[in-house]
């Protein structure tokens, strides 16, 4: 059976520095890499004879408008269903650089994953076939997940503690 620290020498001996970041948060393993190792990283979990990361669970985006040079993230998360093992591979993009590469030449669906973190958060997934807006309607010229727009109405009058007993 495959366990977290297994998986961390296997990466590690694999990629050496090209991963960092290593951590484990409710079991699950997780760790940060470059957008352009990402597809050799996801390509070897995959096809490695024991690993077997053959299932891609999620993909999303993040944003972190503090965190100078590395405001958004695209997080993916695999699964090796034989193994009972998860990880988390999170890339860091700057806000002047939102792209990565489709993991889709990898696994197909994740097509509409990578359409939704567009959508969402502005995120490019250069290679993709088919990136356009998937819930949004086209012509919308912002990202709506992005931390960038106030999340109530300063001026509303309705929403006053003294109204709710607080």
């Known amino acids: 059976m495959i366990n977290n620290q297994t998986l961390v020498e296997e990466i590690s001996g694999q990629f050496g520095e090209k991963v960092r970041g290593f951590e484990e948060n409710s079991g699950i ?3 940060v890499a470059s957008p352009e190792d990402l597809l ?3 390509s070897f979990l995959k ?3 024991v690993l077997k990361f053959n299932f891609l669970t999620d993909i999303t985006g993040i944003h972190f408008p503090d965190n100078e040079g590395a405001e958004f993230c695209s997080l993916y998360m695999l699964h090796s269903w034989e193994n009972r093992i998860r ?8 806000k002047d650089n939102l792209e990565v590469p489709s993991l889709t030449p990898i696994f197909k669906g994740a097509d509409w994953m990578e359409r939704e973190a567009f959508d969402f958060y502005g995120i490019i997934y250069t290679g ?7 819930l949004n309607m086209e012509d919308m010229d912002y990202h709506p997940m ?3 727009y106030a999340l109530e109405d300063p001026t509303r009058r309705d929403k006053i503690d003294d109204l709710f007993g607080r």
């Not at 990880?87 to 700057?94: G, K, P, Q």
């Not at 993709?128 to 998937?134: A, G, Q, T, V």
Request: proline share 4%.
């Open 87 to 94: 990880v988390r591979i999170r890339v860091f993009l700057s």
């Open 40 to 42: 050799d990283i996801v």
């Open 146 to 148: 992005r931390k960038e």
């Open 47 to 49: 096809e490695h004879s």
């Open 29 to 31: 393993l997780s760790f």
């Open 128 to 134: 993709h076939p088919n990136l356009k807006r998937i």
